[in-house]
């Protein structure tokens, strides 16, 4: 006796398909079936169908009865041959049902073995039909999408190039944004604003040592000079009242070098003319 045992896997099946039906026959001629077998396939199927191990059956247009799947499957109890659908009619079908189904049949020889010479040229240009067009689609879409991506990925740097370009002296405490900029290039502009930082630290510190220095020359030169007016007049003397004034002179150079190095406001046109 013909039985079909009920696994898990068609248990879920069912659910998700409870329309389904099937026919199940053996070599001798039992069967076991499921479901609502549409009129037709209930019928014996002949000597060249049971010889069939895969087929899909199907009736022309106007029939309502529904495709199905003919398939001989090697069980426990031996070899048998399976009919089944997931719906009754075709009237159950609830708008549109597209079925794809492909099968490959390569060369054989004689002894029923693949004819590999055969087969693998016409593979070779199967595959490079189905690859060519996805080649071609790629290569065209990088070829006109990455110069527009390029562009825009560097036009925050670009920007901050421009940026930096106008750094100068004047402006040496300017930091460079990094809101635009690629985060590969981020790390390296941080950098560079560090090293501005410490270049205008260093730069100020400087100024502030040239600043304090040339104030505190500024009185022990003036109490040379007084002291050394106080000498009596002699060539020893003059010489050092000269080198007194040229420290003097140096000094004063230091403060007025300080006095430019400042920031200034906007130039204005001045009328010298109108002065006078």
Not at 216 to 230: F, K, M, N, S, V
Request: hydrophobic share 45%; net charge negative.
């Amino acid at each position: 006796r013909l039985i079909v045992h009920e696994t898990e896997e068609l248990k879920t099946f069912l659910q998700e398909f409870p329309k389904l039906w099937y026919i199940a026959r053996d070599t001798n001629g039992q069967a076991v079936q499921r479901g609502d077998v549409p009129v037709g396939y209930g019928n014996d199927t002949g000597d060249l169908l049971k010889a069939v191990d895969h087929a899909t059956l199907g009736f022309r247009e106007g029939d309502l009865r529904p495709e199905a799947v003919v398939s001989k499957i090697d069980t426990k109890a031996g070899p048998i041959q399976v009919i089944t659908s997931t719906r009754a009619s075709r009237d159950e079908n609830e708008g549109l049902e597209v079925n794809i189904d492909m099968q490959v049949d390569m060369a054989r020889n004689p002894d029923g073995t693949t004819a590999w010479i055969r087969v693998i040229p016409v593979l070779i240009i199967v595959i490079v039909a189905l690859l060519l067009p996805i080649i071609i689609v790629m290569g065209v879409t990088t070829l006109v999408t990455t110069p527009a991506v390029v562009r825009r990925s560097l036009a925050g740097l670009v920007a901050i190039a421009s940026q930096a370009g106008r750094i100068d002296i004047n402006n040496r405490a300017m930091q460079l944004p990094i809101e635009q900029v690629p985060s590969e290039i981020t790390p390296l502009v941080q950098a560079f604003n560090h090293a501005l930082a410490r270049l205008g630290q260093g730069y100020d510190q400087h100024n502030r040592f040239l600043t304090d220095a040339a104030h505190e020359l500024r009185t022990p030169i003036a109490i040379l000079r007084t002291r050394a007016e106080l000498l009596t007049e002699d060539p020893q003397s003059a010489r050092l009242l000269q080198d007194i004034e040229r420290l003097s002179h140096l000094a004063q150079q230091l403060l007025d070098r300080q006095l430019l190095d400042q920031p200034v406001g906007p130039g204005e046109v001045v009328d010298l003319v109108e002065l006078t």
